[in-house]
């Protein structure tokens, strides 16, 4: 069974560049989170999405988008880069916690985002 | 607000030890709580998941505990070896968001 995929692995913008992410589940997996880790503020939730709604979201500014199609996959942009924006970005995918679901999240690999 | 706390931050241990890394929460209305491993520049290999109604999990020499009274977990290792050095990270999801609130992590080195 094919694990959490995210495209692209690296990538290297510009300030002011827009950027976009994306993201496979795992199959039968209708919960995508995403969120940004770096050095200084660790691991946080940027949002949620289950069924194409987005029902989670984090304190992070409107630059940061994302949305799911009806095969369960996800993309987030970000718009106006800043260098504050280079991190690692992780997709994670669940069944999401209802009953009889555990609710565990499993991670891809990340995108490695540096805005210069 | 939930918080997670992870103390120490790094730590140093001598191959083939016993070794237990620490875990704090403040609202203990949590629906799991998950380990998380992290190598560096990689993504999250999940380890051990809890759910609230349990008390401990066991895969391997990994061995995760919960006391959600208290707000704590732990994890525990056995018979460290070289290729369990990396980040370990708890997670805790409260009741009604998919969200997970992690700790910073404790870096762990496992000296050969």
């Known amino acids: 069974k094919a694990g959490v995929t995210q495209t692209p692995r690296y990538l290297i913008k510009t300030r002011g560049q827009q950027v976009t992410l994306s993201c496979s589940p795992i199959s039968g997996h209708r919960s995508v989170s995403w969120y940004q880790q770096t050095p200084g503020q660790g691991l946080q939730f940027l949002f949620e999405?289950?069924?194409?709604?987005?029902?989670n979201k984090g304190n992070f500014p409107g630059r940061f988008s994302g949305r799911q199609f009806s095969n369960s996959r996800s993309e987030m942009n970000v718009s106006t880069l800043e260098l504050g924006d280079s991190a690692l970005y992780l997709c994670a995918s669940s069944l999401a916690a209802v009953a009889g679901n555990t609710g565990e999240l499993f991670f891809g690999e990340g995108s490695r985002l540096t805005v210069l | 607000k939930q918080e997670v706390t992870q103390i120490p931050a790094a730590l140093s241990v001598p191959e083939g030890e016993n070794l237990v890394l620490n875990c704090s929460f403040t609202d203990s209305a949590i629906y799991n709580l998950q380990w998380f491993r992290q190598d560096p520049g990689k993504g999250l290999t999940s380890l051990l998941l809890i759910q609230s109604s349990q008390r401990e999990q066991t895969s391997g020499r990994l061995n995760a505990s919960l006391d959600k009274s208290s707000g704590r977990s732990t994890l525990y290792i056995a018979a460290s070896q070289p290729g369990d050095s990396a980040t370990y990270l708890c997670a805790v999801k409260d009741f009604g968001n998919e969200k997970l609130t992690f700790g910073t992590g404790t870096r762990l080195t496992i000296i050969p």
């Open positions: 999405y289950f069924s194409e709604t987005q029902r």
